[in-house]
């Protein structure tokens, strides 16, 4: 194990230890679910359930993240479909679940096997008496019971019969995966989620069929293995689901799944986890906190997994599923997308079987273009022909992103909540309807923001600094997670149209980043670039380091070696305000590049932070030599100090091949301050975030053309640049 790695889930470690997990527990538990997965000699199998029909309150993404699952350990981990049970709905009784357990993974595995047991559902908490020191959490089944007075059983399956299940299996590489919360608060939607509990105070207990189940267990082989579990939430919190533009998921399970396409050869478990769980952060906010939570952690055997993984493949964005009309057509699952491309990928353009080097021109890749989607598949056509040699097109051929094709017209959308008045709707809808490529839409609909009463919306999800009487008749702009954007809270007593209208500048700054933040691109972009977040005050340090994880080619800068830079965090980063940052990139390709440096701050304000003078070795219009390296601000400065309301802030790392003509004149058209102030807050976002995209596309001209494409829609080549995203935690 490279000295570099071993630092990085040491410094985990001990991140962990601060919450009472061992550095060597860590390395145990974090190592050995993606070790586990890619194994290639031994028998991978998986239960998978998942429970949307619920009599009393049903949900609607269970199902759907069974599918997430199961798609990516046959395509991504190589398990045998055969392998993989799955139960949903109706046939996902608690009988069913442990008998499944018992027949399918049980009496199968064998030491050295692989298990994988996922359920996704409602989950509850059940009393063995009186006190709530003997609750225990648990799952509800498919055929869930209403207790009565005079009989308080349920037929759920606790929590700690899974638990005892997976310890009696005769393998150590197992893990459960458990996409539910346990502590009903009260109400079934939280903004646009919806919860994963049961919709009703906890009055159950465990049935007598369960105990006895339970007590057979623990009197039978357990071989008293490490287990861990992978939960979507702390208990105390809710996990959620949310609807995207056709399908509905499992906030942690679609994040989840979606890292691990992405994982390559040289990743740790900590990385793909710690992506999943800041992408539900950023949508969820702290509500909703996804858990690795170790199992007999203190009297486990001290084993040494290795942490070098060789997975099947390289990342992927999805497989091909199926070849059709002859081999002209194939179904692809394109499970490692994120949402907001994947909803705009109509037209894109992706490679099967690309290798690592490969270029657009290059013939060991098929291209496939996309010509429509439903949920997470798409139907795309084969451009080229294929390479006699090399064998038709096959399903479980991976793909990746080779051209994202993006709208010129992408809009923002506004849910109105459900807490207004029929008038208020009315008046929104028609006030919204005057602002450029802004939609209103019911609040069960999907939605990029909210729009909603303050004094309302606010007073159970919001931080103890928020007072509800102070915002009494005020109108405000929310996250999709019911969370208050800063300064978008108007008057008491303002009308309806009037607060729309006074939120036109903070529309438009949402929408450029929403704009912006549809170029990122480091797992498939093939530029060969890297960037660190560090502070510079309190302590110097690096916190965070992103790079293009596929590109190709053999030029790289030394590793970091300063102690200072020996830095690693899980989930989002948290900095405190008074810090002192800067960013560095370093230009490891064969040819200069240019840098575009924006950052979204925690009220969605869009700042430019490298305009400056064209003197300046970080502006942007300056190139960046291969070997050489920028720093924003520049080297020898301060840094930039964290400022602002209490929140996420994002910073976009946007390089090209090509210089930012169009971005640096639409800066500059409008501009009212001095080119020594940094950073520049942005009075035209959207004209600049357009002219981002403009200027990638002229980039990628070239490659496009080569592949025969014509389209009246921005077509931009991951060849040709990069998007490395920043997110952290104001605090």
């Given at each position: 194990?490279?000295?570099?790695?071993?630092?990085?889930?040491?410094?985990?470690?001990?991140?962990?230890?601060?919450?009472?997990?061992?550095?060597?527990?860590?390395?145990?538990?974090?190592?050995?679910?993606?070790?586990a997965?890619?194994?290639?000699?031994?028998?991978?199998?998986?239960?998978?359930?998942?429970?949307?029909?619920?009599?009393?309150?049903?949900?609607?993404?269970?199902?759907?993240?069974?599918?997430?699952?199961?798609?990516?350990?046959?395509?991504?981990?190589?398990?045998?479909?055969?392998?993989?049970?799955?139960?949903?709905?109706?046939?996902?009784?608690?009988?069913?679940?442990?008998?499944?357990?018992v027949?399918?993974?049980r009496?199968?595995a064998?030491?050295?096997?692989?298990?994988?047991?996922?359920?996704?559902?409602?989950?509850?908490?059940?009393?063995?008496?009186?006190?709530?020191?003997?609750?225990?959490?648990?799952?509800?089944?498919?055929?869930?019971?209403?207790?009565?007075?005079e009989?308080?059983?349920?037929?759920?399956?606790?929590?700690?019969?899974?638990?005892?299940?997976v310890?009696?299996?005769?393998?150590?590489?197992?893990?459960?995966?458990?996409?539910?919360?346990y502590?009903?608060?009260?109400?079934l939607?939280?903004?646009?989620?919806?919860?994963?509990?049961?919709?009703?105070?906890?009055?159950?207990?465990?049935?007598?069929?369960?105990?006895?189940?339970?007590?057979?267990?623990?009197?039978?082989?357990?071989?008293?293995?490490?287990?861990?579990?992978?939960?979507?939430?702390?208990?105390?919190?809710?996990?959620?689901?949310?609807?995207?533009n056709?399908?509905?998921?499992?906030?942690?399970?679609?994040?989840?799944?979606?890292?691990?396409?992405?994982?390559?050869?040289?990743?740790?478990?900590?990385?793909?986890?710690?992506?999943?769980?800041?992408?539900?952060?950023?949508?969820?906010?702290?509500?909703?906190?996804?858990?690795?939570?170790?199992?007999?952690?203190?009297?486990?055997?001290?084993l040494?997994?290795?942490?070098?993984?060789?997975?099947?493949?390289?990342?992927?964005?999805?497989?091909?599923?199926?070849?059709?009309d002859?081999?002209?057509?194939v179904?692809?699952?394109?499970?490692?997308?994120?949402?907001?491309?994947?909803?705009?990928?109509?037209?894109?353009?992706?490679?099967?079987?690309?290798k690592?080097?490969?270029?657009?021109?290059?013939?060991?890749?098929?291209?496939?273009?996309?010509?429509?989607?439903?949920?997470?598949?798409?139907?795309?056509?084969?451009?080229?022909?294929?390479?006699?040699?090399?064998?038709?097109?096959?399903?479980?051929?991976?793909?990746?992103?080779?051209?994202?094709?993006?709208?010129?017209?992408?809009?923002?959308?506004?849910?109105?909540?459900s807490?207004?008045e029929?008038?208020?709707?009315?008046?929104?809808?028609?006030?919204?309807?005057?602002?450029?490529?802004?939609?209103?839409?019911?609040?069960?609909?999907?939605?990029?923001?909210?729009?909603?009463?303050?004094?309302?919306?606010?007073?159970?999800?919001?931080?103890?600094?928020?007072?509800?009487?102070l915002?009494?008749?005020?109108?405000g702009?929310?996250?999709?997670?019911q969370?208050?954007?800063?300064?978008?809270?108007?008057?008491?007593?303002?009308?309806?149209?009037?607060?729309?209208?006074?939120?036109?500048?903070q529309?438009?700054?949402?929408?450029?980043?929403?704009?912006?933040?549809?170029?990122?691109?480091?797992?498939?972009?093939?530029?060969?670039v890297?960037?660190?977040?560090?502070?510079?005050?309190?302590?110097?340090?690096?916190?965070v380091?992103?790079e293009?994880?596929?590109?190709?080619?053999?030029?790289?800068?030394?590793?970091?070696?300063?102690?200072?830079?020996?830095?690693?965090?899980?989930?989002?980063?948290?900095?405190?305000?008074?810090?002192?940052?800067?960013?560095r990139?370093?230009?490891?390709?064969?040819?200069?590049?240019?840098?575009?440096?924006?950052?979204?701050?925690?009220?969605g304000?869009?700042?430019?932070?490298?305009?400056q003078?064209?003197?300046?070795?970080?502006?942007?219009?300056?190139?960046i030599?291969?070997?050489?390296?920028?720093?924003?601000?520049?080297?020898?400065?301060?840094?930039?100090a964290?400022?602002?309301?209490?929140?996420?802030a994002?910073?976009?790392?946007?390089?090209?091949?090509?210089?930012?003509?169009?971005?640096?004149a639409?800066?500059?058209?409008?501009?009212?301050q001095?080119?020594?102030?940094?950073?520049?807050?942005?009075?035209?976002?959207?004209?600049v975030?357009?002219?981002?995209?403009?200027?990638?596309?002229?980039?990628?001209i070239?490659?496009?053309?080569?592949?025969?494409?014509?389209?009246?829609?921005?077509?931009?080549?991951?060849?040709v640049?990069?998007?490395?995203?920043?997110?952290?935690?104001?605090?």
């Amino acid at each position: 194990m490279g000295l570099k790695r071993r630092e990085f889930l040491q410094q985990a470690g001990r991140v962990l230890a601060a919450i009472g997990i061992s550095e060597a527990g860590w390395l145990r538990l974090g190592s050995r679910y993606l070790e586990a997965l890619a194994q290639p000699t031994a028998r991978k199998l998986a239960l998978l359930v998942g429970v949307d029909q619920y009599s009393e309150s049903p949900l609607h993404g269970c199902v759907t993240d069974v599918e997430l699952q199961r798609e990516l350990l046959v395509y991504r981990f190589g398990f045998a479909p055969s392998d993989i049970l799955t139960l949903t709905d109706a046939r996902a009784t608690r009988e069913n679940i442990e008998t499944a357990f018992v027949t399918h993974l049980r009496e199968q595995a064998k030491p050295g096997d692989v298990v994988v047991f996922h359920f996704s559902g409602c989950g509850s908490r059940v009393s063995f008496g009186d006190s709530p020191a003997k609750m225990q959490n648990s799952l509800v089944p498919a055929n869930d019971v209403v207790p009565l007075l005079e009989n308080r059983s349920v037929n759920d399956i606790l929590e700690e019969t899974v638990l005892q299940l997976v310890r009696s299996l005769a393998t150590e590489n197992a893990i459960a995966i458990l996409d539910t919360s346990y502590s009903y608060p009260g109400f079934l939607k939280n903004g646009n989620f919806r919860i994963r509990s049961r919709p009703r105070p906890t009055i159950g207990q465990p049935s007598l069929a369960e105990l006895t189940f339970a007590e057979g267990l623990q009197s039978g082989k357990n071989n008293g293995s490490v287990i861990a579990v992978l939960a979507a939430a702390a208990n105390s919190q809710i996990a959620g689901e949310q609807e995207w533009n056709g399908f509905t998921a499992g906030l942690f399970t679609y994040a989840l799944t979606q890292s691990l396409w992405l994982a390559t050869p040289a990743s740790s478990f900590s990385v793909s986890f710690s992506r999943a769980a800041g992408t539900v952060e950023q949508i969820a906010g702290l509500s909703q906190q996804p858990q690795i939570r170790p199992d007999n952690l203190t009297t486990a055997p001290a084993l040494n997994f290795a942490t070098s993984l060789m997975l099947n493949s390289a990342a992927a964005d999805g497989a091909v599923t199926a070849v059709e009309d002859g081999g002209k057509t194939v179904q692809l699952w394109l499970g490692g997308l994120s949402a907001g491309v994947l909803d705009c990928c109509g037209g894109s353009v992706f490679a099967v079987d690309a290798k690592e080097g490969d270029s657009l021109g290059d013939s060991n890749a098929s291209r496939l273009l996309v010509r429509s989607r439903t949920g997470l598949s798409a139907k795309a056509q084969i451009l080229d022909k294929l390479d006699r040699t090399k064998g038709q097109l096959t399903a479980g051929d991976l793909v990746r992103e080779e051209i994202r094709v993006l709208p010129r017209n992408i809009g923002l959308t506004v849910a109105l909540d459900s807490g207004l008045e029929r008038i208020e709707r009315v008046d929104a809808t028609s006030a919204f309807a005057t602002v450029p490529q802004v939609s209103a839409v019911g609040s069960e609909q999907p939605a990029d923001f909210r729009f909603g009463r303050v004094s309302e919306t606010i007073v159970a999800q919001t931080p103890a600094a928020y007072e509800p009487a102070l915002y009494q008749g005020r109108y405000g702009l929310f996250s999709v997670s019911q969370m208050l954007i800063p300064d978008t809270q108007g008057d008491g007593g303002e009308a309806v149209k009037v607060a729309v209208q006074r939120l036109i500048p903070q529309l438009k700054a949402l929408q450029a980043g929403k704009l912006l933040r549809l170029t990122v691109n480091e797992t498939s972009s093939r530029l060969k670039v890297r960037a660190v977040l560090a502070t510079l005050a309190p302590q110097a340090r690096v916190m965070v380091q992103r790079e293009s994880v596929r590109a190709s080619g053999d030029y790289r800068l030394e590793p970091l070696s300063a102690p200072s830079e020996k830095s690693s965090n899980l989930g989002i980063l948290s900095l405190p305000i008074g810090s002192r940052i800067q960013y560095r990139l370093y230009n490891e390709s064969d040819r200069p590049v240019y840098a575009a440096v924006f950052s979204s701050d925690t009220a969605g304000r869009l700042l430019a932070m490298n305009y400056q003078a064209e003197s300046d070795a970080g502006a942007m219009s300056m190139a960046i030599a291969p070997g050489d390296n920028l720093s924003v601000p520049a080297a020898g400065a301060l840094g930039l100090a964290v400022s602002g309301a209490v929140g996420l802030a994002e910073t976009l790392i946007i390089v090209s091949e090509n210089s930012f003509d169009r971005t640096l004149a639409a800066i500059a058209a409008e501009m009212q301050q001095t080119r020594d102030t940094l950073p520049l807050v942005l009075l035209n976002p959207l004209n600049v975030a357009r002219a981002v995209l403009e200027d990638l596309h002229a980039a990628s001209i070239p490659g496009v053309q080569k592949l025969g494409i014509s389209t009246d829609d921005l077509a931009l080549d991951v060849n040709v640049w990069a998007t490395l995203s920043f997110v952290y935690r104001v605090v």
